[in-house]
């Protein structure tokens, strides 16, 4: 499903070198790649939010919402075990390398506590300020049957996530190995990949070398989108506003074509 980065490498040097209007180096290839998988990620979000209000049709394939949501569906994570630190319901967020957005939150108290079976239980999202509302009601309040959590921005991770009530955290035990008294999930969306066109020099001459490399990690439908966006890039890199113009006017098309 991956997009192969010296395949859209190739393409944006034939529209880049028609006519002499120049050569993209791998390295501002790379940079270029990133930014542009970076904005048609984030823009799946956007996407989705205004095609769902909008009716759709009973046809899976060519329904807007269906197609975007597959297209997200690539990047997500599910039931991500993440340790709990310290005895304020903290959890590790900040050891999610890849972590974009978090999706679900599920809280399993007392894992160890004899029972057979995990009783995991969906968190349910709460903000900052609507802590004391639910704290102080009957029936709003958390319990471990209704676990709630929120999101902050602590002083060195701007996704802290903090679960009432507060989970156990882990301990390690003699031998090293974390011991979970609770257990917390997390099923996020995870960041693309940096794409990169690796290569070994021959002759003065960059070739590609799949082993170094890294492709898209968007959807193959993605390609030509890809292409259009990096091309706009590369136009003003190499001060040839025609180049910008014309890719950014393909790109337009396609945009336009998919979301009649």
Not at 72 to 82: G, H, M, R, T, V
């Amino acid at each position: 499903m991956a997009v192969s980065v010296d395949t859209v490498y190739q393409k944006v040097l034939a529209f880049a070198n028609k006519e002499q209007r120049g050569y993209i180096t791998p390295q501002e290839f790379n940079l270029f790649a990133d930014q542009a998988q970076k904005e048609i990620f984030e823009q799946y979000f956007y996407d989705l939010n205004q095609f769902t209000r909008l009716p759709g049709n009973s046809t899976g394939h060519s329904d807007i919402v269906t197609n975007l949501e597959e297209k997200i569906s690539l990047f997500e994570k599910y039931d991500q075990n993440i340790r709990v630190s310290g005895d304020f319901g903290n959890i590790m967020t900040s050891e999610i390398d890849d972590l974009y957005r978090i999706e679900m939150v599920v809280v399993d108290y007392e894992t160890n506590s004899g029972v057979e079976e995990s009783e995991f239980v969906v968190a349910e999202e709460i903000q900052l300020n609507e802590l004391n509302k639910y704290g102080t009601s009957p029936l709003g309040n958390w319990s471990k049957k209704r676990p709630v959590y929120t999101r902050y921005k602590g002083s060195t991770n701007p996704q802290a996530v903090k679960v009432y009530p507060y989970p156990k955290p882990a301990v390690l035990d003699n031998n090293g190995n974390w011991v979970f008294t609770d257990r917390v999930l997390v099923s996020y969306i995870q960041k693309p990949t940096k794409p990169i066109w690796g290569y070994v020099v021959v002759n003065d001459k960059p070739l590609y070398n799949s082993n170094t490399s890294t492709d898209f990690e968007l959807h193959s439908a993605e390609e030509s989108e890809l292409v259009y966006r990096i091309l706009v890039f590369v136009g003003i890199a190499i001060e040839k506003p025609q180049l910008a113009q014309m890719a950014g006017g393909l790109g337009s098309a396609q945009i336009q074509q998919e979301k009649q």
